[in-house]
């Protein structure tokens, strides 16, 4: 069955959009601030700087964005004579979604766990890990695709890409402030160089809550994708729960590893009170509630 795209993702896509071209003007301040104070620029050289820092920012991530988010779980992508299973699944509930095949990857990762990433949907990647694809059965598996797909559907994976990519560069140039902030600059030069860092450190921290906008109503939404997609609600209910009872056993630093590539699960199977307004994913039992609803409306 074909997936429709959903309206509601999307009004909620542009504000996030709005809100992301701001961060990234402030990163771009940030970037050019440094740049003033490690060669001394200065009133004209600042502006052409940010502009030039912005515009950097934005071609990266939209070549790069993918590679970025791939990296992060040590993907890479794999052709059909290595994963021919895989990428039969993928071209076939691509065909039924009525998109275009999306390239494969696979990460090197006992977590079993997936994303979609990508700056167009002609130039999509669906990253599985090998724990997935031990721990699930089939019908798990392309359950999981399915909410993949779903996301490049609605297109929300290049929104997420980008605020990943953005988030990936502040957190480079804060950790960079961290280890190199001594040096360079002049006489005044100082206020630049902090400036600089402040900037990226209040990119980095917006991105988390700018995703925060959209990340976990895109959730359901490629749920009810999946869903719609397979015609088989229960496979992605039994593919959540394996996953979220995988995650149970899984290192902090691991799944901080899968939040920051927006997979398919992330760390809030250990959450505290308070770190439940602060995840990016909605709560295992929510989307397995709201699709055995659905599974009764299909019936």
């Known amino acids: 069955m074909k997936q429709r795209y959903s309206w509601g993702l999307g009004v909620r896509m542009v504000l996030t959009l709005l809100a992301l071209g701001g961060l990234y003007i402030g990163l771009g301040y940030g970037v050019a601030m440094l740049f003033g104070f490690f060669t001394g620029a200065t009133g004209i050289g600042h502006f052409i700087g940010i502009a030039m820092a912005v515009l950097l920012l934005v071609g990266g991530q939209y070549y790069y964005g993918a590679d970025l988010a791939l990296r992060t779980l040590d993907g890479r992508v794999v052709d059909r004579e290595e994963y021919p299973d895989l990428h039969s699944r993928v071209t076939s509930l691509a065909r ?41 059965d089939d019908e ?28 990936i560069m502040a957190g480079w140039i804060v950790r960079w402030g961290f280890l190199f902030g001594d040096g360079g600059g002049g006489e005044g030069g100082g206020g630049s160089m902090i400036a600089g860092y402040v900037a990226a450190l ?32 229960t496979a992605m209910i039994s593919a959540l729960e394996t996953i979220s009872d995988e995650l149970e056993s899984v290192p902090e630093d691991d799944l901080r590893e899968a939040e920051q590539a927006n997979a398919l699960l992330a760390a809030e199977v250990r959450e505290t009170r308070l770190g439940r307004l602060f995840r990016t994913h909605p709560a295992v039992e929510d989307r397995v509630e709201k699709l055995r609803n659905l599974a009764v409306e299909i019936e």
């Open 96 to 136: 039924q979604a009525d998109v275009p095949k999306p390239r494969v990857a696979v990460a090197e990762n006992k977590t079993p766990n997936a994303f979609a990433a990508g700056r167009k949907q002609s130039d999509a990647v669906i990253c599985v890990t090998t724990g997935l694809l031990s721990e699930l």
């Open 140 to 167: 798990e598996i392309d359950a999981v695709l399915a909410h993949e797909l779903s996301h490049i559907v609605n297109r929300d994976f290049q929104l997420m890409t980008g605020i990943t990519a953005l988030s």
């Open 202 to 233: 209040f990119v980095w921290v917006g991105a988390f809550f700018v995703g925060r906008l959209v990340s976990r109503y895109r959730e359901y939404t490629a749920d009810r994708g999946a869903a719609t997609l397979t015609g088989n609600p």
